[in-house]
Structures are given as structure tokens and as C-alpha cells.
């Protein structure tokens, strides 16, 4: 029997995907048509014997309950579980803290997912070669661009025995272009080594706070490196089973991108548009002789209203009770719900929030995403740079207003052009 662990953090950890989270947490947060946490859980819900998933972070109870209940019906042979962290333990410290009911029921292994990832997750792949190599761990590890290896954490792997030799967070300098994935495998053994780890952490802390005793200085307990209560996945565990060589490493060879920025939603949403075509899913939008012109891969709600006149795609996720009106032209982007785009208005490379509204001939435009480094950051300076034009919830764009490659936050009336702006 296996189970599965998502991360899912908190809503002090989601700063950079502002301002969508500020109105729904960025686990929730749709892209390809579903949440980002349901794309993962999807995948969980193919992997063999795989019977309770378990999402441990520090929101309030409350925000993913009715989430929960939605996902217990589709999922019905998986049982679901969110355990809320009574404080922030670092990225393993809740995982660790919550090992007893992780291991109710006797797991062999444990699926472990950080939420803020996009990927084609080959998890019975790579369950299958954790089993043949045998160690209490298996990385999933991506190839990267050498130049933006640093944004990672960088795993050196030894291609005949796939054991990972060394694995460095975002080192200064190149160690490696294979770069950690944010989902792992673990024996369920692993609860043993990270209690080695605790006890020897707390050794060292206590030995670094009497010799600063000694000099007269003290430690500060608030730097999470420093904090005993704290684990850290990468720094604290993952880097010694790497030095003891219990960890392994599987490559993933098909589609992956982190969805830290609010920005990267929309490559992440192409991506699972995309795949989602490849495999004839039926949810997706088809072009009809009454209806709109469609594109490529699009999503469309069904309570959406979409003019016949309209053009959409490729790329495109409308979502609840979003209008579009005639003339309308959107592409490589996500309407939210209750959305209303007005005639011959045009949006593109864009994310345009819950309850906004685009005039007649108005252009919401940002700049396509080519490389990842082109999202992990959207302002530089304190000014936006060419990259996704976001607008929060509940901004208006007047008719004939131009908004290009600027953030907006929620509740704005925007009644002239704006160009590479922060709306405050």
C-alpha cells in the first residue's frame, strides 16, 4: 500500500503569486480548467495502490474542505486528509511532525509533491525504478538550461548506478543541470533518518549557541537554519541522504515548470491544455458551424457565454459565467469567473481576474513567455518588466483603453492607457 503527500504551505508563502492569491489560494488556482492542486491528485489517483493522499500546510481548515469533498467523489477509492501545521516547520518539518498518521495503515512508500509545480508527473515510472534501486529515497530530477541551473536545486547524478551524489540548493556556482523536480519517493523508513537528522541538528545548535555563549554573542533562533523545531527538506535532508547515498535519482523526460509568480500560470496552463489535447480529452472546446472560432487547445465552461463571432485560442482557459462578446479576440490566456469582455476587445498573454470587465475595443496585452527565467521575476526595481499583464479582481477597463505588460491589483477603474505599470 502506498500513500501520497502534498505540500501545499500557507498564505504567507504565496507573495509572488499577488495579486491572485489574494483571492484564492494559489493551490486552488486554475489552470488547464482545474485547480492546480487536481491536476496532481489526478495524477496520484493512477498510481498502483495508492489509497489516502494527505495535504499538510498551514492554512486555515476551512480552505480546502469544500475542495476535499469535491475530490472524495471523483476519487472515490482514495481517501483525502488536510493536516494544518500549527506553526511554520519548514519545508519537512510538518511531514515529520505528522509521521504517525502518515504511517497508519502500514504505507511501503510515500509519494511526496510540492504544489507549486507543473509537470506531466511519470509517477508510476518513477515509483517503479524507486522499488528496483532500493534506496530510502528517489529524487525526480529535470534537465536544464545550464545558464538558469542556479534558480534550482541542483542534483549531480551518476548515470550508470542513477544514485545522486551531491545535491546543492541554488548553488552560486554550476553544479549540475539536473534540477530537482519538487517530487520525491520515499520508503517509509525515511521518518527514521530524519529523526537522525533532528537529534544530530539539535547537537549542533547546541554546540554553536554555548561557543557563541562564550564570546559573548548569541544565535539568532528566528533564522529557520538555525531553528531546532525547523526542518528543511533540501538543506537538512536531502543533501545528507545524497552524502550517505541513500538517495536515488529517476529523469523526467516530459513536460515540467514551477508556478511560483503569478505570471507562470499561464505557460502552466498551456502546458496542461496541451496535454490534454494530445489525449482527446473531451472537456476541451471544438470549433462548430454556429459557435466561436476555436484554436488549438481551449477550455470553456460550460456556464460561459462565448459570441459565435468570437476567436479563441490557442491556450485559452474561460472560466464560470465569463461573457464574451463579438469580435472578441483571446489568446494565450485565463479568464476567471463572471468575467464580461466587451466588443472587438482583445486579450492576450494575460490572466484577467474574477469579476472584471474589458470595454469596447479595449486590449489587455502582455509579452509570451519564451524561457523560465522570463517569470521568476515580473518586476525589477519596483517597475514591471515585459512578461504576463495580470489584473485582479474586479478591475475595469474602460472602452478603447490600452493595458500592456502591467500588474494590476484588485478593485481599479482604468480609464487611460497603462504600459509596463504597477497599479496600486
Known sequence: MNKAVILVGGPSRATRFRPLSMHLPQPLFPVGGKPIIWHQIKALSAVKDLREIILIG????????????????????????????????????????????????????????????????????????????????????????????????????????????????????????????????????????????????????????????????????????????????????????????????????GFWRQIKSAASAVPANALYLQKALSENRSFLAESKQDGPEIVGAVYIHPSAQVHPTARIGPNVSIHARAVIGPGVRVDDSIILDNVQIKDNAAVLHSIVGWDSRIGMWGRVEGSPITSPDDIDEVTHAGVKVNSICILGEDVQVKSEVFIRNSIVLPHKDLASNKHNEIIM
Open 58 to 253: 498551514f492554512f486555515e481548515d476551512y480552505v480546502f474542505r469544500s475542495f476535499i469533498e469535491k475530490c472524495n467523489q471523483e476519487f472515490p477509492g482514495i481517501t483525502f486528509l488536510y493536516l494544518r501545521e500549527y506553526s511554520q516547520l519548514g519545508t519537512a518539518g510538518g511531514f515529520f511532525h505528522f509521521r504517525d498518521q502518515i504511517l497508519r495503515g502500514g504505507p511501503k512508500n510515500i509519494i511526496m509533491l510540492y504544489t507549486d509545480i507543473c509537470c506531466s508527473f511519470p509517477l508510476n515510472e518513477l515509483l517503479d525504478q524507486h522499488e528496483r534501486h532500493g534506496r530510502l529515497g528517489t529524487i525526480m530530477v529535470t534537465k536544464v538550461d545550464r545558464s538558469s541551473a542556479r534558480l534550482y536545486g541542483c542534483v549531480v547524478v551518476d548515470n550508470e548506478t542513477k544514485l545522486a551524489a551531491h545535491y546543492v540548493e541554488k548553488p552560486e556556482t554550476y553544479v549540475s543541470d539536473m534540477a530537482s523536480t519538487g517530487v520525491f519517493v520515499f520508503h517509509q523508513d525515511i521518518f527514521r533518518f530524519m529523526a537522525q537528522v533532528m537529534e544530530q541538528r539539535a547537537n549542533e545548535f547546541d554546540q554553536q549557541r554555548a561557543n557563541e555563549s562564550a564570546y559573548g554573542r548569541s544565535v539568532d533562533e528566528a533564522d529557520e537554519g538555525h531553528n531546532v523545531n525547523r526542518l528543511r527538506l533540501e538543506q537538512d535532508v536531502l543533501r545528507r541522504m545524497a552524502a550517505d547515498k541513500k538517495l536515488s535519482a529517476y529523469l523526467c523526460t
